[in-house]
């Protein structure tokens, strides 16, 4: 499989799995049909848009390319069809949304290289379509983005690019660096929810209670 197929496969695959924790996060919200939509396309494209623009991929393959809508759509028909069956999983939201990072991380780099950006633009570029959509879910759905929290959800993003730029850089890309990449980035992400590994924090002085004045 080519570079290009392979960033398609992934892109979709990624698109789907984004839309879909999308959908669901909507749902649990009770939010209507356009509401559930406009969530998952948002959570689905957002990133790569944002990746597009910063490349000079204009317009946006998430803005011209049909088959992104009909990815999303197809994962909000999935959501509301089968919901009761999706409801099953664990945290559901949680676990297509680390699928979906380590699969935009992955394809997020790879699209970068292929219009040529250099290692440390890629790296950045990945991440970004990676956690883009989570943020724009967070920020519609009114909760604090997972990034700006402890949890270990950008760095996860930012591990599965590392290791598929470096292996391209290095001339080690084969059929292979992508799906490690995404199995760390994905393996990163799950274990630390099961485990609670979380990032440290840092108690500011101001927090404390003022001393009082005489």
Same mark, same amino acid.
């Given at each position: 499989m080519n570079g290009h197929t392979l960033f398609a496969v992934?892109? *979709? %695959?990624? %698109?789907?799995?984004?839309?879909?924790?999308? $959908?669901?996060?909507?749902?649990?919200?009770?939010?209507?049909l356009f509401g559930i939509v406009v969530i998952a396309y948002s959570v689905a494209c957002g990133g790569g848009i944002v990746r597009d623009?910063?490349?000079?991929? #204009? +317009? +946006? $393959?998430? *803005?011209?390319n049909w088959r992104y809508l009909?990815?999303?759509l197809t994962a909000v028909a999935v959501t509301l069809g089968a919901y009761s069956q999706? @409801? &099953?999983?664990? @945290? +559901?939201v949680?676990?297509?949304?680390?699928?979906? *990072?380590?699969?935009?991380?992955?394809?997020?780099?790879?699209? $970068?290289?292929?219009?040529?950006?250099?290692?440390?633009v890629a790296i950045l570029l990945g991440t970004t379509t990676a956690?883009?959509?989570?943020?724009?879910?967070?920020?519609?759905?009114?909760?604090? +983005?997972?990034?700006l929290q402890r949890e270990i959800y950008a760095s996860a993003?930012?591990?599965?690019?590392? #290791?598929?730029?470096?292996?391209s850089s290095l001339g080690w890309g084969t059929d292979w660096s992508p799906w490690i990449a995404m199995a760390v980035?994905?393996? *990163? &992400?799950?274990?630390?929810?099961q485990y609670h590994w979380n990032l440290p924090t840092y108690a500011g002085t101001s927090a404390a209670k003022p001393p009082s004045v005489d």
């Open positions: 992934l892109d *979709l %695959t990624g %698109t789907f799995a984004f839309a879909l924790s999308g $959908a669901v996060a909507a749902k649990q919200r009770n939010l209507d623009l910063c490349i000079g991929a #204009i +317009p +946006p $393959a998430g *803005l011209a009909l990815v999303a999706v @409801q &099953r999983l664990k @945290q +559901p949680l676990l297509f949304d680390a699928v979906g *990072l380590g699969l935009f991380a992955v394809s997020g780099a790879q699209k $970068a290289l292929l219009h040529g950006c250099n290692a440390e956690v883009g959509g989570g943020v724009i879910r967070d920020v519609l759905l009114t909760r604090v +983005p997972v990034i993003a930012l591990a599965g690019a590392v #290791i598929e730029v470096g292996a980035c994905f393996g *990163l &992400r799950y274990f630390s929810l």
